[in-house]
């Protein structure tokens, strides 16, 4: 063996998303709308789509090889539809490529309720604290018995 290093040379280059990995991801996230109907149902999983990328970078024969049902099957291969590649130069070939990518469905979280509490004596107790309506915020009114002051 020679002591040169071999370059990579690839004869067929892979079609790529304009700006990466990460910029696909964040594509997918912002055009991602859980299905009304797995919000219902609290469902919640990986939708596995498999698709097929033209020399062009147009997205062709999306499926779903592995879904959870519910309408995500569906809301995942919408997203896909969506999506444009650079078109890959392939020394004059036309070269379709098949690409397969995960899309996960994680139902939102509601933010945890906020407590809050007044502490009071007894005497200054006039009336009950007002509710809010339309909001995650609780209001409670507790009396503590002073045995000193009966």
């Keep these: 063996m020679s002591g040169n290093k071999s370059k990579d040379k690839k004869f067929i280059a892979m ?6 990995n990460a910029a696909l991801r964040r594509f997918i996230d912002e055009n991602l709308k859980y299905p009304e109907e797995a919000i219902e149902k609290q ?21 779903a090889t592995k879904g959870i049902g519910f309408g995500c099957d569906e809301e995942a291969i919408r997203v896909i539809s969506l999506l444009r590649y650079e078109a890959a130069r392939n020394r004059g ?22 407590l809050n509490y007044t502490i009071t004596p007894k005497t200054a107790i006039k009336k009950p604290a007002e509710k809010t309506t339309g909001s995650n915020s609780y209001g409670y009114t507790i009396t503590f018995e002073n045995p000193a002051e009966t």
């Design 15 to 20: 079609p790529q998303y304009p700006g990466g």
């Design 43 to 63: 469902i919640e999983g990986t939708v596995y789509v498999s698709f097929t990328v033209s020399n062009e970078g147009n997205v062709e024969d999306i499926r």
């Design 93 to 114: 070939l036309k070269v379709r490529s098949t690409m397969k990518t995960r899309i996960n469905f994680r139902l939102p979280y509601a933010p945890a309720p906020v």
